[in-house]
Nanobody, 115 residues
Framework: QVQLMESGGGLVQAGGSLRLSCEAS???????MGWYRQAPGNERELVAT???????NYAASVRGRFTISRDDVYNAVYLQMNSLEPEDTAVYYC??????????WGKGTLVTVSS
């Protein structure tokens, strides 16, 4: 079973930046990876995905501000977050989707953006 661990969350002022990291216990080279987030009282929502050869997708709310990337040598995926807004406050989760469509999740890292 793949283990995922997020890091890099914290408290930042509006307009600031954070870089989240997700490390996997095994190879991720053939998998779609993603970042999701869940704010208090809300359902978990997709933030960004990155496919094995590099193509990416973003939620409209973060497009142009966030950048997802991957390093298959280190089995890691990253989320660079710029121009952060209070609405970005949430627990951010790393996701791996297996070939069979099964989802694996990290425990999450909290991002808090103050106004």
């Amino acid at each position: 079973q793949v283990q995922l661990m997020e890091s890099g969350g914290g408290l930042v002022q509006a307009g600031g930046s954070l870089r989240l990291s997700c490390e996997a216990s095994g190879t991720i080279s053939g998998n779609v990876m993603g970042w999701y987030r869940q704010a208090p009282g809300n359902e978990r929502e997709l933030v960004a995905t990155i496919f094995p050869r590099g193509p990416t997708n973003y939620a409209a709310s973060v497009r142009g501000r966030f950048t997802i990337s991957r390093d298959d040598v280190y089995n890691a995926v990253y989320l660079q977050m710029n121009s952060l807004e209070p609405e970005d406050t949430a627990v951010y989760y790393c996701n791996l989707r297996s070939f069979r469509g099964e989802d694996y999740w990290g425990k999450g890292t909290l991002v808090t953006v103050s106004s």
